[in-house]
């Protein structure tokens, strides 16, 4: 009779913890690398690198990530590569429709409910494509407004492509985003998740707009458990480190983060008769696991 009362007990402790662990939802940001031919050339092309990428991921298997320099045929590519697991929203930023580069989200419809999605552009006039500010590229912010299936929790994602170049744009566009955010979370009361390459480190001050909002936070600075050996920006060198972390993860203040990782996964392909270690991209993506 004790056994069978242990065994229970067990049988109910297995349940309650998988359950508990259920309801976790994995997050990400990912810069795939947009497809050129210079690539290529160096052995990094996307023909070669997309295969690695949708195995990754699915082996990651996140409910809802980020994804930055998707050009139309990528997305096409990476939803054959994703054997259908995923659905995305985004637009095209040069003219809103399938031109430039998509700032991406990819959604797991089984676990995660699209209520509805948007975007807005960087610059001065974010309801139409331009330059923004001294930007050297047009940029674009795609968000969706999601329901989680599991907890019946909405939330907000967007995700994002800051400039490389225009500090000035880099700078104005935080401003914008932070006060979107702001909008749609009522102050942050709201559930919501902002991923993206910001091409700016935890060291900058541009870092501390979106830190010290009180709308946000860095799930790499408030993570229980954190695994992440290097920075996020790797130039396509498998034994580059850095400290600094590029592409990030913030969620509102009433997350939870259970875990954050950098993943450093790389492949092997021959060259000229040798077996040559080569990274899946020019950054590593980024995964938490956060509880609403």
């Given at each position: 009779?004790?056994?069978?009362?242990?065994?229970?007990?067990?049988?109910?402790?297995?349940?309650?913890?998988?359950?508990?662990?259920?309801?976790?939802?994995?997050?990400?940001?990912?810069n795939?690398?947009?497809?050129?031919?210079?690539?290529?050339?160096?052995?990094n092309?996307?023909?070669?690198r997309?295969?690695?990428?949708?195995?990754?991921?699915?082996?990651?298997?996140?409910?809802?990530?980020?994804?930055?320099?998707?050009?139309?045929?990528?997305?096409?590519?990476?939803?054959?590569?994703?054997?259908?697991?995923?659905?995305?929203?985004?637009?095209?930023?040069?003219?809103g429709?399938?031109?430039?580069?998509y700032?991406?989200?990819?959604?797991?419809?089984?676990?995660?409910?699209?209520?509805?999605?948007?975007?807005?552009?960087?610059?001065?006039?974010?309801?139409?494509?331009?330059?923004?500010?001294?930007?050297?590229?047009?940029?674009?912010?795609?968000?969706?407004?999601?329901?989680?299936?599991?907890?019946?929790?909405?939330?907000?994602?967007?995700?994002?492509?800051?400039?490389?170049?225009?500090?000035?744009?880099?700078?104005?566009?935080?401003?914008?985003?932070?006060?979107r955010?702001?909008?749609?979370?009522?102050?942050?009361?709201?559930?919501?998740?902002?991923?993206g390459?910001?091409?700016?480190?935890?060291?900058?001050?541009?870092?501390?707009?979106?830190?010290?909002?009180?709308?946000?936070?860095?799930?790499?600075?408030?993570?229980?458990?954190?695994?992440?050996?290097?920075?996020?920006?790797?130039?396509?060198?498998?034994?580059k480190?850095?400290?600094?972390?590029?592409?990030?993860?913030?969620?509102?203040?009433?997350?939870?983060?259970?875990?954050?990782?950098?993943?450093?996964?790389?492949r092997?392909q021959?060259?000229?008769?040798?077996?040559?270690?080569?990274?899946?991209?020019?950054h590593?993506?980024?995964?938490?696991?956060?509880?609403f």
């Open positions: 009779m004790k056994n069978m009362r242990r065994i229970t007990l067990l049988i109910f402790f297995l349940l309650f913890s998988w359950l508990c662990f259920a309801q976790s939802l994995t997050v990400g940001s990912y795939i690398r947009y497809k050129n031919k210079e690539d290529s050339i160096k052995g092309g996307w023909v070669v997309c295969p690695s990428i949708c195995h990754q991921i699915l082996w990651e298997c996140p409910d809802i990530f980020g994804a930055q320099e998707v050009l139309h045929r990528q997305l096409l590519d990476m939803e054959n590569g994703l054997r259908g697991k995923y659905k995305w929203i985004g637009v095209g930023r040069d003219d429709k399938k031109k430039g580069e700032a991406a989200i990819f959604y797991n419809p089984e676990r995660v409910e699209l209520l509805e999605e948007g975007h807005f552009w960087l610059n001065e006039t974010p309801d139409r494509p331009a330059l923004g500010w001294d930007a050297a590229c047009v940029r674009i912010c795609t968000w969706g407004h999601f329901r989680d299936r599991n907890t019946g929790s909405d939330f907000y994602f967007l995700n994002l492509h800051l400039d490389h170049v225009g500090v000035t744009a880099r700078s104005e566009s935080a401003k914008l985003v932070m006060q955010i702001t909008e749609m979370t009522d102050g942050g009361k709201k559930l919501a998740v902002l991923t390459d910001f091409n700016v480190s935890q060291t900058n001050e541009l870092y501390t707009l979106f830190t010290e909002s009180g709308v946000l936070k860095d799930c790499y600075a408030c993570a229980s458990l954190r695994f992440a050996e290097t920075g996020t920006f790797n130039g396509f060198k498998p034994n480190f850095t400290t600094e972390r590029i592409d990030h993860i913030f969620v509102t203040p009433a997350t939870t983060v259970e875990a954050y990782a950098v993943r450093t996964d790389s092997w021959e060259e000229d008769g040798a077996m040559v270690r080569r990274v899946l991209s020019d590593y993506p980024v995964f938490a696991r956060i509880r």
